[in-house]
Structure formats: C-alpha cells, structure tokens
C-alpha cells in the first residue's frame, strides 16, 4: 500500500495518521440585554424643623391687602428600595469569514 504523501506529493506530512491543519473561523455574537431600573417608595413622614419665619408685605389698611410668607423648614423621610431587572434575549451568530 502507497503513503499518502506518494499518492499527493504536494502533502509531505509523513505521519501514518495523516495530514493536520488548524483552521480558525471568525464568528460574531450578538445577545440583547434589557436593563430596567425598578424603584418602590414606602410611606413618606415629614416633620417640621424649628420655627417658622413670617414676612408681611404690603400695608395695614392698604385697599390691595398684604401678603404674608411664611417659610417652614421640614425634615422629609421618603424610604427607597430600588435595583433592576436584566433579561437577556437569544444570542444571534453571523460567519464573518473564514482564515486558515
């Protein structure tokens, strides 16, 4: 029986098993990725904090009235939790070509 190599001079491996070669093929993945935040509020509390301070503008006895602000500082407790949610679809893969 004749070698490989005898019958195909161009392959000049020697080897009883044959000829190797490595090929490498180039791919591209593609997945989707939804990211969405997720945010829930509990029970808000307020409290003032000090006392308020009142400015009065206009006249006493002015046929326009008079205008008061009242400035109030407040304390707002509002509790959070939030994270997110990830979900990712199916990956999609495209030949990009071939190299040996």
Same mark, same amino acid.
């Given at each position: 029986?004749? =070698?490989? $190599? &005898? $019958? $195909?001079?161009? #392959? *000049?491996?020697?080897?009883?098993?044959?000829? &190797?070669? /490595? %090929?490498?093929?180039?791919?591209? +993945?593609?997945?989707?990725? !939804?990211?969405?935040?997720?945010?829930?509020?509990?029970?808000? &509390?307020? &409290?003032?904090?000090? =006392?308020?301070? %009142?400015?009065?503008?206009?006249?006493?006895? /002015? /046929?326009?009235? #008079?205008? +008061?602000?009242?400035? *109030?500082? +407040? #304390? %707002?407790?509002?509790? +959070?939790? $939030?994270?997110? !949610? %990830?979900?990712?679809?199916?990956?999609?893969? =495209? #030949?990009?070509?071939?190299?040996?």
């Amino acid at each position: 029986m004749k =070698e490989a $190599y &005898e $019958y $195909y001079p161009e #392959c *000049q491996c020697g080897r009883e098993e044959g000829c &190797e070669k /490595s %090929v490498k093929h180039f791919m591209e +993945l593609s997945i989707p990725v !939804d990211i969405k935040p997720m945010v829930k509020t509990g029970s808000i &509390e307020s &409290e003032c904090c000090g =006392e308020p301070t %009142v400015i009065c503008e206009g006249h006493a006895g /002015s /046929s326009e009235g #008079c205008r +008061l602000i009242i400035t *109030q500082r +407040l #304390c %707002v407790k509002i509790p +959070l939790s $939030y994270g997110i !949610d %990830v979900k990712t679809g199916t990956g999609l893969t =495209e #030949c990009c070509g071939c190299n040996d």
